[in-house]
């Protein structure tokens, strides 16, 4: 079992940064897949980025590529989002989301099994 924990959500003006972390517990995520999705009100959760572990492959959703980054870091066995240029259309909560054997389907959500709570995001114009 993995056991996901997003932080680092809050409000920001428009053009403004966030880092949001997503630190996980119970086993190390060498071999997985991490991904974040995000939901707004009245939306379906969608893909945002994500990172498979072992080779450091990243992928990232039209909307987002460019100004955001995922990265990890294996000591602290955590995935970083770092969210530059935000937009009021950025506003969601997100998620972090962790599976193996997750491959091409990475923009999925049916494709992870682990999630974390999720943590708020408030881009203000």
């Known amino acids: 079992q993995v056991q996901l924990v997003e932080s680092g959500g809050g409000g920001v003006q428009a053009g403004g940064s966030l880092r949001l972390s997503c630190a996980a517990s119970g086993r190390t995520l060498v071999s997985y897949t991490i991904g974040w999705f995000r939901q707004a009100p009245g939306k379906e959760r969608e893909f945002v980025t994500a990172v498979a572990w072992t080779y450091g492959n990243t992928y990232y959703a039209d909307s987002v590529a460019g100004r955001f980054t995922i990265s990890r870091d294996g000591a602290k066995n955590t995935v970083y989002l770092q969210m530059n240029s935000l937009k009021p259309e950025d506003t969601a909560v997100y998620y972090c989301?962790?599976?193996?054997?997750?491959?091409?389907?990475?923009?999925?959500?049916?494709?992870?099994?682990?999630w974390g709570q999720g943590t708020q995001v408030t881009v203000s114009s």
């Open positions: 989301a962790a599976d193996r054997r997750v491959g091409s389907n990475y923009y999925l959500r049916a494709a992870y099994n682990y």
